[in-house]
């Protein structure tokens, strides 16, 4: 398995942030196989969704929905509604794996992968790319 983590900025405000280019790029080379990611942290998700259309802005606004920034959560260190953060992992999973046939990422023709970010207090973000040949 080759294995290599990559660092991300976020930012300041909820975001979805295509990741896909840099995924392409990680498989580059490779034959068949998976591409795993993983994020190690408590408040981050990964998605395979469309970006550019308005889903990605909609995906922002259902989770706003599911998960409202106000002080309903008992996890409230940081600004308000902090505690939701915790809680998305749970909907939005810190990991996902995406085929990989012949060194290029066998998604469909409007997935990306992107990291889903709630968490306005921590901009700074890893991601761990892992290929396991087939």
């Known amino acids: 398995m080759r294995s290599e983590i990559r ?8 975001v979805v942030l295509d990741i896909t280019r840099d995924c392409a790029e990680f498989v580059v080379g490779e034959g068949d196989g998976l591409l795993q990611l993983f994020v190690p942290h408590a408040t981050l998700g990964i998605a395979v969704i469309e970006t550019g259309a308005g889903s990605d802005d909609d995906l922002l606004s259902a989770l706003g929905d599911l998960l409202p920034a106000d002080d309903r ?36 023709t409007w997935q990306n992968i992107c990291l889903v970010d709630l968490n306005v207090d921590n901009p700074d973000r890893q991601v761990r790319f892992s290929f396991l040949a087939g």
Do not use: F, K, N
């Not at 660092?7 to 909820?14: M, V």
């Not at 939701?84 to 939005?92: C, E, G, L, N, Q």
């Not at 794996?97 to 066998?106: I, R």
């Open 7 to 14: 660092d991300y900025r976020t930012g300041g405000d909820e």
């Open 73 to 108: 959560w008992r996890h409230r260190h940081g600004s308000a509604g902090h505690g939701r953060s915790h809680v998305m992992p749970a909907i939005v999973p810190p990991y996902a794996t995406v085929p990989v046939l012949d060194g290029c990422l066998a998604l469909g």
